[in-house]
Every structure is written in structure tokens, then in C-alpha cells.
């Protein structure tokens, strides 16, 4: 499996807008990023994929990088709710494929 | 809105015992997962299931870890004999089909102690 690269951990200011960035030099062309986030003391919840373009959704921003090599998660104005740990994942697009978690970078949100 | 539930959401067990955790997807949903999650760390993936057949257990420690999804809608893992470094968060999972673009929904997780 391409494997990510993520900070361990970043903090941010409450409605500030928040950047997280992930590294996958080794992605495949067909391989979808995913990324999710686990509150403390809940099971991981799905935040937003992509494969080329950039995507948006009512949780967040996903910029994909050209070349693919790279991918940046963007919270547009944090809360307090959003401080977690995320997870930058790739998923192939072959047979049964799964998530394969890191560490993912645990986000701390100052009111 | 739908959920993952799991059950019981906490369990303590002695180290040598059998222990169960149950799982019951959100409806429709054809795959199924089992994670454990160690304090500080991702879940690891232990077991996915296609409906009622396992499609990947290669993580799982099958001298001592078994799964079923017997109608291939809830599910049970199984501990038999636990140990102390099974002490972890067990999370159950769901996506409709396995595609990569579709997601995955978790549920809450049962916390297990073995002492």
C-alpha cells in the first residue's frame, strides 16, 4: 500500500481557518485519497475523498496537488468540535480495498 | 440518520477468559469490518466481510480471534482465551460496497481491559 506522511500534530486558533497537510509520493494513478477524524473517545468518521480535483463539502475542503504527490484538508473556519486526530488515507481501487490508518495529526483547537 | 451500533460498549475481562463483541451495521450495507485500535495509534484492520463470506483475515490472530456474519447482517467477534495485550478499542465498521469511493461509517467501539 502507498503509504502518507502527516505532521503529528498542529494547533490553530477558533475561526481561524485550518490547513492540514498530507504527503503520498508514491500514490498510484487510480488511488483515491481519503481522509477521516476521530474525536476523542468515538470511532473514526469520514470527512472527505477525492482522486484529481478538489472537493468541497459541508465538513471541509480537499486540495489535491497537481502531480497527485500531495493533498492539503482545509478546515475553513475551526471550532472547538473540530479538534481530532486526522487520518490522510489512500484507497486503492482494486478488489476489496480497505483503509490502512497511520498516526494521523492530532489537531488542537485554542478558543 | 443511521448508525453503527456495537455492543457492550465496555467490557473488563480476565486474562484467560472468553470474551464477545457484537456489531450490527447500518442496513443495506453489504461489508462489513473489524478494527482494533491500540491507545495512541490507527486502527489496524482484523477482519472484512463481502455479505457473509470473510474477504480479508490476514491481520487477524486466528489461534485466538474468530468472526462471523452468519446471515451477512450483524456480526460477532469472538476473544477465546484473551491476553493482556488484547487490551484495545475493537471498532466495527460499514460501507455499502467496497469501492473506493465509498466511505466507511464507524460505530462508537467497545472498549476492552483484559487484567
Known amino acids: 500500500d502507498a503509504k502518507t506522511t502527516q505532521p503529528n500534530s498542529m494547533e490553530s486558533n477558533e475561526e481561524e481557518p485550518v490547513h492540514l497537510p498530507c504527503n503520498h509520493s508514491?500514490?498510484?494513478?487510480?488511488?483515491?485519497i481519503h481522509w477521516y477524524r476521530q474525536l476523542p473517545s468515538q470511532g473514526p468518521e469520514y470527512v472527505i475523498h477525492?482522486?484529481?480535483s478538489n472537493v468541497n463539502n459541508r465538513m471541509a475542503s480537499l486540495a489535491i496537488a497537481e502531480d497527485r504527490k500531495s493533498s492539503t484538508l482545509i478546515l475553513h473556519r475551526a471550532t472547538l468540535r473540530d479538534a481530532a486526530v486526522y487520518y490522510c488515507?489512500?484507497?486503492?481501487?482494486?478488489?476489496?480495498?480497505?483503509?490502512?490508518f497511520g498516526k494521523g495529526t492530532m489537531l488542537l483547537v485554542s478558543p | 440518520e443511521a448508525e453503527v451500533a456495537q455492543s457492550p460498549r465496555y467490557k473488563i475481562t480476565e486474562k484467560s477468559q472468553a470474551v464477545a463483541f457484537w456489531c450490527d451495521p447500518i442496513?443495506?450495507?453489504?461489508?462489513l469490518y473489524w478494527y482494533r485500535q491500540i491507545l495512541g495509534q490507527g486502527p489496524e484492520l482484523l477482519v472484512q466481510?463481502?455479505?457473509?463470506?470473510?474477504?480479508?483475515d490476514s491481520q487477524l490472530p486466528k489461534d485466538r480471534f474468530s468472526a462471523e456474519r452468519l446471515k451477512g447482517v450483524d456480526s460477532t467477534l469472538k476473544i477465546q482465551p484473551a491476553e493482556l495485550g488484547d487490551s484495545a478499542m475493537y471498532l466495527c465498521?460499514?460501507?455499502?460496497?467496497?469501492?473506493?469511493?465509498?466511505?466507511?461509517?464507524f460505530g462508537p467501539g467497545t472498549r476492552l481491559t483484559v487484567t
Open positions: 488515507i489512500l484507497k486503492q481501487n482494486s478488489g476489496y480495498s480497505t483503509l490502512t
Open positions: 477525492g482522486l484529481t
Open positions: 466481510f463481502q455479505d457473509e463470506s470473510v474477504v480479508d
Open positions: 442496513s443495506g450495507h453489504a461489508t
Open positions: 465498521a460499514s460501507s455499502r460496497l467496497t469501492f473506493p469511493s465509498y466511505e466507511q461509517y
Open positions: 508514491t500514490i498510484s494513478g487510480t488511488d483515491y
